[in-house]
């Protein structure tokens, strides 16, 4: 899948509608649509990369932006207690859209443990 069918970047575009919390000319965050905690989230870079595993050193400073946010926006969004980043990767990784994506999740409650044994 390239960028002109993606889903993100329809959003990034203007295409679809999203419940945006930041943007700026590189990065956008917005809500989850089907959320799974108070907080979820996601950060995208504006760029397709449709996953970790395409990611090279060239997106190291968009991917770095994307995780540098995390934090800021996890507060001002409720989530001021702690939170978890998620990136689903590929078929093991259970991703389902390819364009690469941190999920925000938190809340007031305390998260189930990460993977069950
Ligand atoms: P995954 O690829 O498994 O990391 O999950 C993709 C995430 O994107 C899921 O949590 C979906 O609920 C979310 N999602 C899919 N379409 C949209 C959309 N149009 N707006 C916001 N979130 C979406
Ligand atoms: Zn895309």
């Given at each position: 899948m390239t960028g002109d069918d993606c889903i993100f970047c329809r959003i990034v575009r203007g295409e679809i509608p999203a419940r945006k919390l930041y943007e700026d000319d590189e990065i956008l965050a917005f809500h989850d649509?089907?959320?799974?905690?108070p907080v979820h989230f996601l950060i995208i870079p504006?760029?397709?990369?449709?996953s970790l595993y395409e990611a090279g050193p060239e997106h190291q400073a968009v991917l770095g932006k994307v995780l540098g946010m995390a934090g800021r926006l996890a507060r001002e969004a409720g989530a001021a207690d702690g939170f978890r980043c998620i990136v689903n990767t590929g078929r093991v990784g259970r991703q389902e859209v390819y364009h690469l994506h941190l999920h925000v999740i938190g809340g007031p409650e305390t998260l189930p443990a990460m993977l069950r044994r």
């Open positions: 649509i089907h959320p799974v905690a504006k760029v397709h990369v449709a």
